[in-house]
């Protein structure tokens, strides 16, 4: 654009000088071949004529000027407009790029938020592991091909973390908290959606140690809890439907509710336990030795 502008003054320039050199030329050979006027006459016409020209050279560099400064405007504005288009394509290309870039598959997904959840299950600090366990259940209602795995998950959680111990009497346990963790894990095992479960598969949580915890309304069919410690355990309106209570420990349970259809119960202590509100169920005689695993 500088080169346009440049190169436009320098012929303007170089124009006009001609014409003036070349109408003072013309001026002074015509006025010499002239007879009849004197020297002072002649200077007063050639400096006449040379003002006529000058100001006839002067108005066509005015016009001249106009024109460049036109088509240098027209020029620039050209460029801005095509700066803007251009740019203008570019956001559109952009933007289409980005709709046409493929995305992270769904599964893959799944797959980062399960193994990160995974991790963070085996954190040491309890609030971390409280959020995994929710993690854990998001993924399973997000996947259905993983709900299956993440309740075995959970169910191993607390098989793990909250084993049974026979060293203490029942007695000592009736103010004993369940773990915060060991809780979520059992309150999302509970509430899952069970038609998501695979045929002759069975909630694994035998020989656990689940003494005070809430399980009111939780889905439990058909889980296995042989050998578990559940004294204490509010089970108001649970599904106990086929589950397997084998040589449990149901000392002061809470049944109110509860459905025992088909439940297996051989061996269960269920001294002090109350099926109604208060209708306490025949104790068993095998004395509970059940008690709280010491740590997690």
């Known amino acids: 654009m500088s080169f346009i502008k440049t190169n436009g003054l320098t012929t303007l320039l170089a124009f006009v000088s001609v014409i003036f050199i070349l109408s003072f030329t013309l001026i002074i050979l015509f006025f010499e071949n002239i007879q009849g006027f004197s020297n002072q006459e002649k200077i007063e016409y050639i400096t006449q004529a040379l003002t006529t020209i000058a100001i006839i050279i002067g108005g066509l560099a005015l016009i001249l000027n106009a024109y460049y400064t036109s088509r240098l405007s ?29 995305p992270l598959a769904p599964q893959e997904i ?21 959020a995994a366990i929710y993690a854990l259940e998001r993924i399973a209602k997000d996947s259905p091909k993983d709900h299956w795995t993440i309740m075995e998950i959970l169910a191993a959680f607390i098989r793990e973390n909250a084993p049974v111990n026979r060293e203490y009497e029942d007695e000592s346990l ?13 309150t999302v095992i509970g509430r899952r959606n069970s038609s998501k479960d695979p045929v002759n598969q069975k909630l694994d949580l035998r020989n656990t140690d689940l003494c005070n915890a809430d399980l009111t309304e939780a889905n439990l069919s058909r889980a296995i809890f042989v050998g578990a410690n559940l004294q204490w355990v509010n089970f108001t309106r649970v599904n106990l439907s086929e589950a397997d209570l084998s040589v449990t420990c149901l000392c002061g349970s809470i049944l109110y509710e509860a459905n025992l259809q088909k439940a297996i119960l051989p061996e269960a202590n269920l001294q002090g336990a109350v099926r109604q509100k208060s209708e306490p169920l025949p104790s068993h005689p095998l004395r509970c030795q059940l008690g709280r695993h010491s740590s997690l």
């Open 74 to 102: 027209l020029d620039e504005n050209h460029s801005l407009l095509t700066q803007l288009l251009s740019g203008t394509i570019a956001w559109d290309n952009n933007i289409a790029n980005c709709i046409n870039q493929t």
């Open 174 to 186: 009736q103010s004993s908290k369940l773990p915060t963790d060991i809780q979520t894990a059992l």
């Open 110 to 130: 799944v797959s980062e938020r399960f193994s990160k959840a995974i991790e963070q299950l085996g954190n040491e600090k309890i609030e971390t592991r409280f």
